[in-house]
């Protein structure tokens, strides 16, 4: 049999067990031009939260009572296509299962000249991606501005503060624990840190942004960025990532920003990394050769487990992973 998580019921708030359900069903036959994958790594991601509501959305909800599906790292364990082989070590997006079957023009093949196959999951991956072109398309960072970050710690932030200290930036990282900060302060080299948890992050924003603030990358909303929107200086630019602190809060309201973005003459752009695709082997070669270089670090939080899958998903939501959250759910047959 071949164990499966199931979305059962639509959350109004923070999702919790009686919404997922583990399951068993037969272990798919792959068709002409398909793979068979067997689960290594599976990524979870806050979006993911979005899909569980049957509200309109950039991306089709998950549907109840069939498994959830995000980017997952896989072996190719039976091939009826010519393009991958038994063994092989893929990326793609494939339903919670143990084994899922694919076809293969949907899945990439992983190249482990370039780091370790997690890496596809996270730096090298969607992730990666993400703060790659939403920084440099949207935020348009040049040398000596100040670039503020809101959930610098996790997978998307920790590689935007990156990139902003390669492109010269003065970099304002927010997080939720003395260990985040010490990271991003001490390993990321980010310039000035924030807890958003112990701080008041109004009077820190102001004291670690004397200039004021010329781009905003936005992973989080909420209290922390109505904190921002004062200080954005003429022309600052936003790049609305992500609004993780909305995301189980319904009818989420807050103050308005419009007066500020009027002011100080603002663009503000909400994006996901889809956007992007035709342009991903761009974004996909500068963060490759930064990795190679040793001007990107990365930091991966890895719980053990298909079954505690939810678990390490519901974490995202009380800011427990450092990194990139993936669960390892078995050891790939040949290595």
């Known amino acids: 049999m071949n164990k499966e998580i199931q979305l059962v019921k639509r959350p109004e708030a923070a999702p919790t067990h009686e919404h997922i359900k583990m399951a068993e069903a037969e272990r798919p036959v792959p068709s002409q031009g398909e793979v068979l994958v067997k689960l290594l790594y599976v990524s979870v991601d806050p979006y993911m939260r979005g899909r569980m ?72 991956g969607m992730p990666g991606l993400t703060a790659y072109f939403g920084l440099t398309d949207i935020g348009q960072p040049k ?72 781009i905003y990358f936005d992973n989080v909303g909420g209290d922390i960025s109505d904190a921002v929107y004062p200080l954005l200086n003429k022309f600052a630019r936003i790049a609305q990532c992500g609004a993780i602190a909305s995301y189980n809060v319904p009818n989420d309201q807050g103050p308005r920003m419009q007066m500020h973005l009027i002011k100080s003459s603002a663009l503000i752009k909400g994006f996901t990394v889809g956007d992007y695709q035709d342009r991903f082997k761009e974004g996909f070669s500068h963060l490759a ?29 009380e800011g427990a992973n450092l990194g990139k959250q993936l669960v390892k759910v078995a050891e790939p047959s040949q290595k």
């Open 143 to 214: 040398e000596g501005e100040t670039l503020v970050v809101s959930g610098a710690a996790g997978a998307v932030g920790s590689a935007v503060v990156q990139i902003g200290k390669i492109s010269g930036c003065h970099v304002v990282g927010i997080a939720g624990s003395d260990e985040k900060l010490a990271y991003l302060k001490n390993e990321l080299g980010v310039d000035e840190v924030i807890n958003y948890k112990s701080e008041s992050v109004p009077e820190r924003l102001e004291e670690a942004c004397p200039n004021g603030v010329d």
């Open 289 to 317: 050769q930064w990795l190679q270089e040793g001007r990107l670090k990365y930091e991966e939080t890895i719980t053990e487990g298909f079954e505690n899958i939810p678990d390490a998903f519901f974490g995202l939501f």
């Open 53 to 124: 509501s049957a509200a309109k959305s950039y991306i089709a909800p998950f549907q109840l009572n069939e498994p959830m599906e995000g980017g997952v790292v896989g072996e190719v364990v039976e091939s009826k296509a010519e393009a991958l082989q038994e063994g092989d070590i893929v990326t793609g997006m494939l339903p919670w299962k143990e084994y899922a079957a694919a076809p293969a023009d949907t899945l990439r093949k992983v190249d482990p000249s370039l780091g370790p196959v997690t890496t596809s999951l996270g730096i090298l």
